[in-house]
């Protein structure tokens, strides 16, 4: 099913209960300055459910920000948050109440173990307009995504679970205070690592950036993984980056999303910092050594969520603890594992490493020892980064986004998440996206003509999704020609790939 909207100076947002109702006008004049103010965090709230006596309803919460509110105001959010759920629940016990809207809050729950839940609440961006000497505050909800929300607040949660344990595991082998100490710990640096006025599609999707190379370079990556994991058997996986794409995994998928948003937002940025203006590797220089990423790399800065993640496990030296490496839970079952992370050039080399009661302590001799394996044995380090530099000085003729729900492949022209996209842009792309998600009509295709006349499509195919932006069309374009341009650049960039 095809679907055709027309904007003509009006965002709407369509729904069920609010299908013509618009929620943002373009003033006729008068208007003199206009203050936005974007999304911010208001409240986040961790709680399990127990029998309380009145007044004590507190008890139940395992942690609150902001923590500048009182106990008074934390009680109130746990028992409007409960009454919600309860009462959904009783229509939906599988899927009680996922998003709440107000005038000026938006509040998203999660349930991501069995009676614990997360509540996470965000103010709705405004915007004030002086007008005739009045001051005119309008709230701009249909600007802040449901399934972003939801995407950020699962975010949060997994990044706790990965470097912490599950709740439930922590609750057994240290009992609620200690769950209590970690929550503290942990979530207002993973809070202050999150962009909350830029929540969008990207955001939504949480996509994967994989560099496609050929043959003899895949063949060289796989050599070398294979190699590595049979010299040094304690390694039980291995994550290969050439910047921010991912070219080898041995994770499941979900760890593998985890792991590489990790990467890609917290230690790459930081390597990237740090090393500055850092020359491409020559294929006529040698290849410099393999440097190991820990807790010392980047500073002593211990409120960053960076040095906490990248100090869980301690590498002793004799009986000197000396460094720190990340320490990860990871599977179903928890199991610990240790991160090494190695920079060579513009690639970054992960490898997983068990630290269980049965597995073997790693020391400075093995990180030593595997440093100067992989700068042996990457002798086709500076092909790989000649063909990405390649990619990416191709100029990009169209806008546009790709995401495969099945593998979770992101491609895109749009740089640094789509932050050059306009508000107004990305609101309706949020849009697209939901109208493919929730429609009962089976829509396969959207097509937006917006009110300065750039044409926005949307398509979905089985489980991917694909968008394409057009800046510059002639006023006079039909949907024929905006379809012919469509097919144009799937024939360019996705020929080997059935999205129609």
């Known amino acids: 099913m095809i679907r055709k909207r027309h904007h003509k100076g009006n965002i709407r947002k ?28 208001a409240n986040f709230l961790v709680y399990t459910p127990k029998d309380t006596k009145e007044g004590m309803e507190h008890q139940q919460i395992l942690y609150y920000w902001n923590p500048s509110d009182p106990i008074e105001t934390q009680s109130k959010l746990l028992g409007l948050s409960q009454a919600f759920i309860n009462f959904t629940s009783k229509f939906s016990p599988n899927q009680p109440c996922e998003v709440a809207h107000y005038e000026k ?4 729950f999660l349930e991501p173990e069995p009676t614990y839940w ?7 961006p405004t915007s004030t307009k002086h007008k005739d000497g009045k001051e005119v505050i309008e709230y701009r909800d249909y600007e802040l995504d449901d399934a972003a929300l939801k995407s950020t607040q699962k975010r949060i949660y997994q990044i706790f679970k990965m470097f912490n344990g599950s709740f439930l595991s922590i609750i057994k082998s240290g009992g609620e205070e200690s769950l209590k100490a970690k929550l503290a710990e942990w979530i207002p640096r993973i809070i202050s690592s999150i962009k909350f006025d830029r929540m969008n599609l990207f955001t939504t999707f949480e996509g994967v950036h994989f560099l496609p190379v050929d043959r003899n370079v895949y063949l060289g990556v796989q050599t070398f993984v294979q190699s590595v994991e049979n010299t040094f058997p304690c ?20 760890d593998m999303r985890v792991v590489y948003s990790f990467l ?5 940025p930081a390597l990237r910092s740090e090393s500055n203006n850092q020359s491409s590797l020559s294929s006529s220089d040698p290849l ?9 790399s980047f500073g002593k800065d211990q409120t960053s969520l960076l040095y906490t993640s990248l100090s869980g496990y301690s590498l002793t030296k004799g009986n000197e603890t000396i460094k720190a490496l990340p320490l990860f839970y990871l599977g179903k079952n928890d199991e610990p594992c240790a991160l090494m992370i190695y920079q060579l050039g513009k690639i970054t080399c992960s490898f997983i490493v068990g630290v269980g009661p049965n597995d073997d302590p790693i020391d400075v001799t093995l990180c030593n020892n595997l440093a100067s394996y992989i700068t042996n044995k990457l002798p086709f380090a500076h092909v790989l ?17 790709y995401f495969n729900h099945i593998n979770l492949a992101l491609k895109t022209s749009f740089k640094d998440k789509g932050s050059a996209i306009p508000k107004e842009i990305m609101t309706l792309l949020n849009q697209i996206h939901a109208d493919f998600e929730k429609s009962t009509e ?40 905006i379809s012919d341009e469509v097919k144009k650049l799937s024939a360019t960039y996705f020929n080997n790939i059935f999205i129609d």
Request: hydrophobic share 35%; with cysteine; glycine share 4%.
């Open 14 to 41: 369509r729904g069920r209960n609010h299908k013509n109702k618009t929620r943002f006008k373009m003033s006729a004049g008068g208007v003199r300055s206009t203050v936005r103010v974007p999304s911010t965090l």
């Open 235 to 254: 390694i039980k996986q291995t994550f290969f980056l050439q910047e921010d794409h991912l070219v080898w995994s041995g994770l499941e998928q979900e």
């Open 118 to 124: 997360i509540v996470m609440r965000c103010t709705v």
């Open 442 to 481: 089976g829509v396969s295709e959207v097509l937006i003509r917006t009110h300065n006349d750039k044409w926005i499509v949307g398509r979905k195919s089985d489980q991917r999704e694909f968008f394409v932006i057009f800046d510059e069309t002639n006023k006079s374009s039909h949907l024929m020609d």
């Open 105 to 108: 809050h938006t509040s998203v």
């Open 288 to 296: 410099p050594t393999a440097r190991l990423v820990h807790s010392q």
């Open 385 to 401: 980064e000649e063909h990405f530099n390649r990619r990416q000085l191709l100029e990009e003729q169209y806008r546009y986004v």
């Open 264 to 268: 890609c937002s917290q230690v790459i």
